[in-house]
Structures are given as structure tokens and as C-alpha cells.
């Protein structure tokens, strides 16, 4: 499978190992945006590229797309899995007229309010066209360098990126899903996560600039 997964870290020692260890054989690089804890010394444990870059998802997925030598690109959170079947989804793609795309997502914890949640963003994203980065998005490498990758803002860099790619095709969405942690909304509250995340979409969609959107995202940084 000629693909390159992007995976950008920051103080991801706790959950870089677990993901790692599902993409050994992979072509794999991770671009750390300057980790304070061990992230760097699990990662040289596996026979990937490990990149140091400014901190900035945006930045260091593009960095990664840089580096990148597979005709197609995976940019995969640090606390997702992918599914089983995911290198078939990406093999399929091109036979489906279709340039890019993303799977559904999944919670790791399996409770019915967590399964409504994945089941409301994935419906949400077949009706609009756009992907967020928890549901692992994919695209040719070819088209990415063309369009000029992720605009380097601090937050909706992945709903930028999805309403120029749906110029190009509508996404490719897989029901495989991958699985991402459910630790943010734990952490914040359900309630207030759901209320915050619509709150923010509805100010960008307004024209909000993304450098606003992220101090109230995490007001702490």
C-alpha cells in the first residue's frame, strides 16, 4: 500500500506506543511539535521518520506531507486507531471517482451517549462533505501539494482543508471506523464539549478568525 501516515505529537507518551505498535510495517512520520516527556524516546523504539517542527498541528501535518513519499496521505491523531480494514478503504478509493475522504469514528468508551455522539458527527459529515481530523482524513498526496496542504491556522485547520477538497470530489466516507479517545469529553464535561464544539463552528462559519476560536477552544494556552 503506497501511503504515508502523518501522525503530529505533542506530550503524547502516554498514547504514541499504542498507536505505533498498529502501524508496524507502515510507512510512518511523526512530527513532534517539541514534547517535554519521553513522546520522542517511545517513537525511536519503532522504524519510523521522526520529524521536530513548531508546535502547531497544522504546521506539523504539513511538515509530515513534506517528507511524505506515498502517492496518498493519512493524517492520524495520536489517541486514534485505525480499523483493521483501513489500507483496503484507501486502496478502494480511487475506484470510486474519489480523491479523499475519512472513516467514521468511534469512541473507546462504549456507553450509549458516546455511540449517539459518534453516530451524530458521522451523519453530519456524509451531509455537509466535511471531515474532521478524529475520523482520520485521507487524500491523494498529488492533490495536497496542489491546493497548498493545511492553512496554517490553530484551529478548523480540518474543516479548511475539507471545504477546498470538496471542490474536487465529495469525500470518500468509510464505515470502517477508527477509534479515538474519549478523554476531552470526560475531562470537560459531555454537555459542555458538544455545546463548545458548535459554538466555535457556528462562530467560524461566520467568519470568526481561527486565532479567536482557539483561545476559547483552551483559553489556558
Known amino acids: 500500500m503506497d501511503v504515508t501516515i ?29 514534547s517535554e516527556d519521553s513522546t520522542i524516546g517511545i517513537a525511536r523504539q519503532y522504524d519510523v521518520t521522526i520529524l521536530s517542527w513548531t508546535k502547531g498541528r497544522a504546521s506539523q501535518m504539513n511538515a509530515g506531507a513534506e517528507r511524505a513519499e506515498g502517492d496518498q496521505l493519512l493524517f492520524l491523531h495520536a489517541d486514534t486507531i485505525l480499523p483493521q480494514d483501513w489500507d483496503v478503504v484507501l486502496e478502494n478509493m480511487s475506484n470510486l471517482n474519489r480523491v479523499w475522504g475519512r472513516f467514521d469514528v468511534g469512541f473507546d468508551d462504549c456507553s450509549i451517549i458516546f455511540n449517539v455522539i459518534a453516530r451524530m458527527m458521522n451523519l453530519r459529515s456524509r451531509f455537509t462533505g466535511i471531515c474532521t481530523g478524529d475520523q482520520g482524513m ?12 493545511f492553512a496554517n491556522i490553530p484551529l478548523m485547520e480540518d474543516l479548511e482543508l475539507s471545504k477546498r477538497l470538496r471542490k474536487f470530489s465529495r469525500p470518500h466516507c468509510s464505515a470502517s471506523k477508527v477509534i479515538t479517545s474519549s478523554r476531552r469529553w470526560r475531562q470537560n464535561g459531555i454537555l459542555r464539549t458538544i455545546l463548545l464544539m458548535w459554538w466555535l463552528r457556528v462562530l467560524y462559519f461566520f467568519g470568526v478568525s481561527p486565532w479567536s476560536l482557539a483561545k476559547q477552544y483552551n483559553p489556558h494556552q
Open 138 to 149: 485521507f487524500v491523494k498526496r498529488s492533490l495536497f501539494n496542489e491546493i497548498g496542504g
Open 6 to 34: 502523518v501522525i503530529p505529537v505533542l506530550n503524547e507518551a502516554h498514547r504514541i506506543e499504542k498507536i505505533l505498535q498498529s502501524l508496524v510495517g507502515y510507512d510512518v512520520i511523526v512530527v513532534d511539535g517539541g
